[in-house]
């Protein structure tokens, strides 16, 4: 009788890939966990229970097929296990290494349920693929046949790529619009290097440009060229622009020098690893080296500041959130990373002002969490005379992303958007209500996760297809 490969979880315990102590971490912005070895790999994928209503799969955006990857790795078929990952899933080597798993997938995990710790997930999937890379499984596209409809996609960030992708492979000619000098939106510039190395994006990036997708870069919609323009051009458009505009701040003295939004800054320090010249940093206006430094939120993009600022060379950094350690949104993964890198965390604290110009201090308000609001966290509320000053040299501003304002910015007054400002979209198709024009991602959702944008990126591509197809039957008749 052959044996069993799976249901391991009581004789094996959980065991993360290996990762780099808090004081090399420090030094680059080199990604922190090592990879499994084979046989690790294996073994942490036999842990899977195989149960019969695979929760990780349905908490999943995408609904990846995990526990037969994890059944096919712990069996040792490891190019099969890719070929499964691959099915549903655009960049599994991307999702693998910046999804908050401890959120989706392994935190409702069955065995993670009854006290076995989660099966570790994400990093059998970063192993999965970055193996298929290095063993030349991963394909080029190559479709099966050419069609000569066009879709014009404005936005190289994961949902219009991972739409690319889609429309590529069907034979349809795809153009992608973008205003940065490199694709990849959030993951190139917002993402840093120690969650997501850069050639891990590039190598995505080189695969759709071989495989016929056209870039348009430096070429920012409603300047460089009109959306009309690319309307005409082609046979369908989707809109993946994402959100970049900041969340601000308000109170006495936050127009000072010194305070900068979170996007500027995370985009210089990219910048600065793939090896361009930015002057910003040579200036010290986008620097932590020597100062003390303040990020205000409790999301990812704050925590991604942090770890930055920790890696430049800070004196000191801090992050102030308005609510606690359990109520936060970001991934609880991520602050114990911060923690061990020697971030210091001021919960129930929120800025009332700021002190100088340049900045040399935040000005801030204990709170304490009081009624549920609407989405049933409880809101914060400041404690009357509980202030003081924490002095700052730079304070990063990492409040979220709010929609720009796309009808007006491209002039098309019957785009129609939500009261938030995000395109009002079918959920699953992303038609919008302009014929042929669809929309995706963050422009849609507002700011949400990565693996998110891919699964809207590959709905509305089908749906994309399916209009092009009655557009050509028409046609015919």
């Known amino acids: 009788m052959a044996k069993q490969p799976m249901l391991k979880f009581v004789t094996v315990e959980r065991d993360m890939p290996e990762k780099r102590a808090a004081e090399a971490r420090r030094e680059d912005f080199d990604e922190i966990y ?6 690790k790999a294996k073994e942490q994928s036999s842990r899977c229970s195989q149960c019969g209503v695979p929760y990780c799969q349905t908490h999943c955006p995408l609904h990846n097929n995990i526990p037969d990857w994890l059944r096919l790795t712990a069996e040792g078929r490891l190019e099969e296990a890719y070929q499964v990952s691959q099915a549903t899933n655009t960049f599994p080597e991307i999702c693998g290494r910046i999804c908050p798993q401890d959120r989706l997938c392994e935190g409702n995990c069955v065995i993670e349920q009854s006290g076995h710790g989660t099966v570790t997930i994400g990093a059998v999937e970063k192993y999965i693929t970055d193996t298929a890379w290095e063993k030349g499984w991963v394909q080029p596209i190559t479709p099966a046949q050419e069609r000569t409809d066009s879709v014009g996609i404005i936005g190289a960030g994961p949902g219009g790529l991972a739409a690319a992708d889609v429309l590529r492979r069907a034979g349809v000619q795809v153009t992608v619009y973008d205003r940065y000098d490199r694709g990849g939106g959030l993951l190139t510039y917002g993402i840093p290097g120690f969650k997501l190395e850069k050639d891990v994006v590039m190598r995505r990036m080189e695969q759709l440009e071989q495989g016929g997708v056209q870039f348009e870069l430096n070429c920012d919609v409603g300047k460089d060229i009109q959306f009309e323009e690319i309307h005409n051009k082609h046979n369908a458009v989707l809109i993946a622009t994402g959100v970049y505009k900041s969340r ?11 305070i900068v939004k979170a996007l500027d800054y995370l985009t210089a320090s990219n910048r600065l690893c793939f090896g361009d010249t930015v002057p910003e940093i040579d200036s010290g206006e986008l620097s932590a080296e020597g ?17 930055t600022a920790i890696r430049q060379g800070a004196t000191s950094v801090k992050c102030l959130y308005r609510r606690d350690r359990e109520n936060m949104p970001g991934s609880q993964r991520e602050v114990q990373n911060a923690e061990e890198e020697g971030v210091e965390f001021l919960w129930l604290s929120a800025p009332k002002g700021f002190s100088g110009d340049p900045v040399s201090a935040v000005k801030v308000q204990q709170m304490r969490l009081g009624q549920p609001d609407a989405t049933g966290r409880q809101s914060p509320e400041p404690i009357e005379g509980a202030e003081h000053d924490e002095p700052a040299d730079l304070v990063i501003k990492a409040l979220g992303f709010e929609p720009e304002d796309l009808p007006t910015l491209w002039n098309q007054e019957e ?3 939500t009261r938030w400002g995000t395109i009002k979209a079918d959920f699953t198709t992303g038609q919008t209500s302009m014929p042929g024009v669809f929309a995706v ?3 849609v959702r507002g700011a949400s996760l990565v693996v998110w944008a891919i699964r809207d990126g590959r709905d509305s591509a089908a749906a994309i297809l399916d209009h092009l197809n009655a557009a050509q039957s028409v046609a015919a008749e």
């Open 34 to 39: 090592a990879e499994y070895a084979d046989e």
């Open 248 to 258: 601000d701040l308000q109170g006495p003295g936050s127009g000072a020098k010194g």
């Open 291 to 307: 100062k003390r430094v303040v990020v205000i939120g409790g999301g990812d993009t704050a925590m991604d500041c942090v770890r």
């Open 415 to 417: 785009l129609a958007v």
């Open 441 to 443: 991602g963050d422009i």
